[in-house]
């Protein structure tokens, strides 16, 4: 049998991360385990202080638990090297974050085409072509050419989609990603984003306090003080 087919995308098995305060211990996450399989929409909520961060920043292997182990399609990264998990992040994972991070120099185009200039087995028109791909379905065709001070703020979190997909990652990640726009333009990406897993199958994970964003996804895992307390 093959180990990656069968193997869900994330599984978490007894994630405990505590950070060091001085002479103090702070619990941020206390046993956490759930499994990220193909093709789910699932939202991670829980309110300020609850873990999201810690949990997303440990899924997306740029942070390690105290103890326990993450699986990305069946390995176990702890036995990785940073230039292991380097790669995994760039091969497998796309993150959008809350505060878009952009490249304000760099067009839409050139931002979403970053990710792709790691990839050195893509000639230039496929990496063009991919990149043209991620802008259409994120419905920013017509924007290419723009800077991000000349785009909207939903319009710039729509680029950051596009750069988070534009690798085929098996799962993208997004920590808080409406948390900087007005409600109706938060609906509206996670339209998107919505749409991407209904048509292309993209595999999400995000983060958010809001209760009504949460209605809109298939499955929620709630959080707690550090605890899976919904899944
Ligand atoms: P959320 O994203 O849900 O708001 P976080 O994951 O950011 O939650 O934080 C969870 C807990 O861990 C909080 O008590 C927070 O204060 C603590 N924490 C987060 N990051 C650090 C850090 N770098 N050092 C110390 N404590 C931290
Ligand atoms: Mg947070």
Redesign the pocket.
């Known amino acids: 049998m093959n180990r990656t087919e069968n193997a869900a995308i994330v599984s978490l098995r007894t994630v405990r991360k505590e ?1 060091r ?1 001085g002479q103090t211990l ?1 619990p ?1 996450l206390r046993g956490v385990s759930f499994d990220i399989h193909r093709g789910e929409f699932t939202a991670l909520v ?1 309110s ?8 997303l920043n440990i899924v997306g292997l740029v942070d390690t638990p105290t103890s326990g182990a993450v699986l990305l399609e069946g390995e176990d990264v702890s036995a990785l090297n940073e230039r292991g998990l380097a790669r995994l992040r760039n091969q497998k994972l796309g993150y959008v974050f809350q505060s878009f991070n952009l490249i304000p120099v760099l067009s839409a185009f050139e931002n979403v085409e970053v990710p792709l200039l790691l990839r050195k087995e893509l000639s230039r028109d496929e990496r063009r072509e991919r990149v043209a791909a991620a802008l259409e379905d994120v419905g920013l065709g017509e924007h290419a050419r723009k800077r991000p001070d000349t785009l909207s703020g939903g319009q710039r979190q729509r680029v950051a989609i596009a750069r988070a997909l534009v690798g085929r990652p098996r799962l993208v990640l997004a920590d808080e990603p409406t948390a900087n726009l007005d409600s109706v333009t938060a609906h509206t990406i996670i339209d998107v984003c919505l749409e991407l897993n209904a048509k292309r199958g993209v595999t999400f994970l995000f ?1 958010t306090h809001d209760e009504k964003l949460m209605e809109r996804v298939s499955r929620r895992i709630r959080i707690q003080d ?1 605890r899976v307390v919904e899944q």
């Open positions: 950070y305060l702070v941020a829980g300020s202080g609850s873990g999201k961060s810690t949990l983060s550090g």
